[in-house]
């Protein structure tokens, strides 16, 4: 590899090196995710198996059509992100740039429709605390479905967040500057990151909007 | 647009997802009993592994990216594995 000659920090022996130490520390930093949200994913499952009348109930009153074409955003998004990683490691600066760009903004409009739902929601009373109200039986299971709704929803949205910032600071890198030419790892990086979330987003899809839906 | 064989994989799996996205919403209308939530799961771990294997490019990453991916794995299953061995074994609904 012609690569072997890209600048390198002074603590790795290559550039090589360096990618794998980057890499690395990016699947383990994912692997700790996957406890983070694992953690929030075991709560659903115990309060699920406990009230799962209250759950199903309290899921039918989720937006469906918006959490599935939410789902196709984010996969969309994942696939545009794809192709972003390719042209970085094709050297394509203005493809690169254009895909990050495509990506921020499916990410933007994933989170515009989750805030939609959001106040739909909130204006429905559903959010947990003291004008929560729920008009059926079990309210207060319910109330802890819309509490891990939104805890889980959240956090994800959080992600998310931080996910379109980077993407859009490093689509204006690689419109202006040639630094992923050098080194395209960061794209890499930043490509796993927003994979791992769609994964995420995949698992609390059904778990939030498909409980008993054919009652 | 070049149509090199990884942005024919990219486009194929891209399709894929969006086909088990319908899947899933298509199932959830049909009464499968306890198997609603199964069917759910299972098609949301193919739409994870495609991810993976497809545009996270798993395979070509070597041991040591596996070892790390398969330990947050180990424990998520440890996690479960030991508090569900409590919930369901208490009875306390």
Redesign the interface.
């Known amino acids: 590899m012609s690569d072997q000659a890209t600048a390198h920090a002074p603590q790795f022996d290559n550039a090589a090196q360096q990618r794998e130490s980057a890499t690395f520390g990016m699947w383990i930093f994912l692997a700790t995710e996957i406890l983070f949200f694992g953690a929030m994913f075991l709560g659903y499952t115990a309060y699920r198996l406990a009230y799962p009348a209250a759950f199903a109930a309290a899921s039918r009153h989720t937006l469906l059509a918006f959490g599935a074409t939410n789902t196709a955003v984010l996969l969309l998004s994942s696939a545009t992100m794809a192709f972003a990683v390719r042209a970085a490691r094709e050297k394509r600066r203005t493809a690169l740039a254009l895909r990050l760009f495509a990506t921020a903004v499916l990410g933007t409009l994933f989170l515009g429709i989750k805030g939609f739902e959001y106040t739909r929601e909130i204006s429905e009373h559903l959010l947990p605390g003291a004008s929560f109200h729920f008009d059926q039986p079990y309210a207060n299971h319910a109330e802890m479905f819309f509490y891990l709704y939104f805890l889980m929803t959240g956090v994800h949205a959080l992600h998310v967040t931080i996910g379109v910032v980077l993407i859009a600071i490093s689509g204006v890198r690689a419109w202006r500057t040639d630094a992923f030419a050098r080194n395209d790892t960061a794209v890499d990086l930043l490509g796993l990151y927003w994979h791992f979330v769609d994964i995420v987003w995949v698992f609390l899809f059904p778990l939030i909007y498909l409980v008993e839906r054919h009652s | 647009m070049n149509r090199s064989p990884?942005?024919k994989r990219?486009?194929f799996?891209?399709g894929a997802?969006?086909g088990l996205?319908a899947l899933?919403?298509g199932a959830?209308?049909?009464?499968?009993g306890p198997f609603?939530?199964i069917v759910?799961?299972s098609?949301?771990f193919a739409?994870?592994a495609l991810?993976?294997v497809?545009?996270?490019e798993i395979r070509g990453?070597g041991p040591?990216?596996w070892v790390?991916?398969a330990?947050?794995?180990f424990?998520?299953g440890i996690?479960?594995a030991l508090?569900?061995s409590d919930?369901?074994t208490r009875g306390?609904?």
């Open positions: 990884a942005n990219f486009l799996t891209a997802l969006l996205l899933t919403v959830a209308y049909v009464n499968l609603n939530t759910a799961m098609i949301s739409k994870a991810v993976v497809m545009f996270m990453r040591v990216i790390a991916l330990t947050g794995f424990f998520l996690m479960f508090a569900m919930f369901l306390w609904k």
